[in-house]
């Protein structure tokens, strides 16, 4: 009998092993550098921070609401580094929840981005749960060369970093 959660069990795998590094990342961000950008282009610190710690939340939408609206999707505000770290946290637990609960025949279902009712994207729930994992892991990319700019220790992630050994 095929297992019917073995793409869903995948992606809560896949998730699962970037949260560690994700929340080291985020409970190292001072709120005194919410408003910081290393560029005028550039996003600033607290809103990359706030998209890393955003993205689990996209995942449980995508699996079950089927669509987000840049226009009325609802963006936490963290006054504080705890707060942040908390809001991650949630987050972590609603796509936990979410996937745990997706069998894989799901995977094939509708997935909608939107602005204003507008559809600019229908693809597959499997396609975007995927891509959103890899959104997750270039923020947080973008977010640790932003903490080494700011002379913040820069932890581990898939081995030591030049501020950690393996420990």
Not at 46 to 67: F, N, Q, S
Not at 110 to 129: H, P, R, Y
Not at 136 to 159: A, E, K
Request: charged content about 25%; glycine content about 6%.
């Amino acid at each position: 009998m095929p297992d019917k959660k073995a793409l869903t069990s995948h992606y809560l795998k896949e998730l699962e092993m970037e949260a560690t590094a994700s929340r080291r990342c985020l409970e190292r961000i001072p709120e005194r550098l919410f408003d910081w950008a290393p560029h005028e282009k550039s996003m600033k610190l607290g809103y990359l921070a706030l998209l890393v710690a955003e993205i689990p939340k996209w995942i449980r939408d995508i699996v079950e609401t089927g669509d987000i609206d840049f226009a009325t999707y609802p963006h936490y505000q963290p006054e504080t580094t705890g707060e942040l770290v908390q809001h991650f946290d949630d987050n972590m637990a609603g796509a936990r929840r979410a996937l745990s609960g997706m069998e894989d025949t799901s995977l094939s279902d509708k997935f909608e981005l939107k602005a204003n009712g507008n559809v600019l994207m229908s693809t597959s729930k499997d396609d975007i749960i995927g891509s959103s994992i890899n959104h997750l892991v270039h923020h947080r990319g973008q977010l640790t060369v932003y903490m080494r700019l700011n002379d913040i220790s820069v932890p581990q992630i898939y081995g030591p970093s030049a501020d950690e050994g393996w420990g």
